[in-house]
């Protein structure tokens, strides 16, 4: 059964930081891997959507990676601002092609 | 180019009452899924309709249905709502099932059951 984990929880950081975010899943075989922003109390947004056959993908500030051997994603958000503060979800489509499994998110906090 | 829109955006409703909610996806798009968001149990799948026809379903109980018309809109129902129904119910679209395309989400449906 897959599972998909975001390390840590919750991350606070003062404006202008780069920051990494974590994803890890137990299973390799996945069809793509998604990143979410989701907004309180809103539906989420896009960010990026990985094909399991690409390494990484870029949109502005953020760059998503991809490492299906070991399992693993980052997102890597660059110069943040307070307007990145949001919760970061990561989704992997599971091997049959039926379902996104959720991450729990990571709540991030950027301070002016 | 409107994005995935859902109705009602907040639902109060009773145990043991049914409720009905609606998804109208993207222009184009012909797969629909549903996901329940819970502060436990997080985002989690219900299932997909593609082309009028349910692809898969997650591990809900039957009280949890849906439904997709021609025009590609998707209504879910839950009967005998329960206390632990209460939650963010999402709706994403995308141009083809999910096994191939983006999924672009909609701004949920707040369902509170008293």
């Known amino acids: 059964k897959q599972e998909v984990t975001q390390i840590p929880a919750a991350l606070s950081v003062p404006e202008g930081e780069n920051l990494v975010l974590n994803c890890s899943f137990t299973?390799?075989?996945?069809?793509?891997l998604q990143w979410f922003r989701q907004d309180p109390g809103k539906g989420l947004t896009s960010l990026l959507l990985?094909?399991?056959?690409?390494r990484e993908q870029t949109s502005g500030r953020l760059n998503a990676s991809l490492d299906k051997s070991s399992g693993r994603s980052t997102l890597y958000i660059a110069a943040s601002q307070p307007g990145d503060s949001a919760t970061y979800l990561c989704?992997?489509?599971?091997?049959?092609?039926?379902?996104?499994?959720f991450g729990k998110g990571t709540t991030l906090s950027v301070s002016s | 180019k409107a994005g995935v829109t859902q109705t009602p955006r907040y639902l109060i409703k009773t145990r043991g009452q049914q409720v009905t909610l609606s998804c109208s996806p993207i222009?184009?798009?012909?797969?629909v899924s549903w996901y329940q968001q819970t502060p436990g149990q997080g985002l989690q799948f219900l299932f997909e309709?593609?082309?009028?026809?349910?692809?898969n379903k997650g591990n809900f109980p039957g009280r949890f249905s849906g439904r997709q018309f021609s025009n590609s809109r998707s209504e879910m129902n839950v009967s005998t709502l329960e206390l632990g129904d209460s939650a963010l119910y999402l709706c994403?679209?995308?141009?083809?099932?999910?096994?191939?395309?983006?999924?672009?989400f909609g701004p949920g449906t707040r369902l509170t059951v008293l």
């Open positions: 299973d390799s075989a996945i069809y793509n």
């Open positions: 989704a992997v489509l599971n091997q049959a092609g039926t379902a996104l499994i």
């Open positions: 309709y593609f082309s009028e026809t349910q692809r």
């Open positions: 990985i094909q399991s056959s690409q």
């Open positions: 222009s184009g798009h012909r797969s």
């Open positions: 994403a679209s995308s141009f083809n099932h999910i096994s191939y395309n983006e999924q672009f």
